[in-house]
């Protein structure tokens, strides 16, 4: 062996640097809680629609569009959606009109909700069009 290789080799020192600061952590933490808050206030609201969202389109999959009318399927969904508690949407807000002999149900809807403070999030949910099976003439 050489004698170069046996040399004890001496740790780098760093001037100042020990760990963690409190700033890089408290900055972390800070988007770790805002990220979690923003969760809390989205995951129900979400929920809530992919739940309405199926109830309408079992409703409309439902209905016979000769022998029921538009105020029977929005009877049917208030009763519905009563039921499952969705609060996000009220039957008003609900639309229902006739279309080449089929019905169209619009219940398409916004939920604000509060952020923090002074700042409120808007979810816009616009896909919530369903048409029952239309009927030809027989």
């Known amino acids: 062996m050489y004698r170069h290789q046996f040399v004890a080799r001496q740790p780098l020192e760093h001037a100042g640097v020990h ?21 809390l206030r989205v995951v129900p609201s979400y929920m809530a629609y992919l ?14 569009s000769r022998s029921e009318s538009i105020a029977d399927l929005k009877v049917r969904l208030a009763k519905v959606l ?4 969705i609060y996000d949407t009220s039957i008003d807000d609900i639309e229902g009109y006739r279309e080449r002999s089929a019905i169209v149900i619009d219940a398409n ?10 700042l409120d999030g808007v979810m816009k949910f616009e896909d919530l ?7 030809g003439r027989t």
């Open 82 to 85: 009563n039921t499952n508690q």
């Open 51 to 64: 739940t309405g969202k199926d109830l309408i389109t079992r409703a409309a999959d439902g209905c016979d």
């Open 109 to 118: 809807y916004e939920k604000r909700f509060p952020v923090f403070w002074i």
């Open 129 to 135: 069009i369903v048409e029952t099976a239309s009927t």
């Open 19 to 39: 760990g963690f600061s409190v700033w890089p952590v408290s900055l972390n933490l800070l988007l770790v809680g805002a990220l979690l808050v923003m969760a």
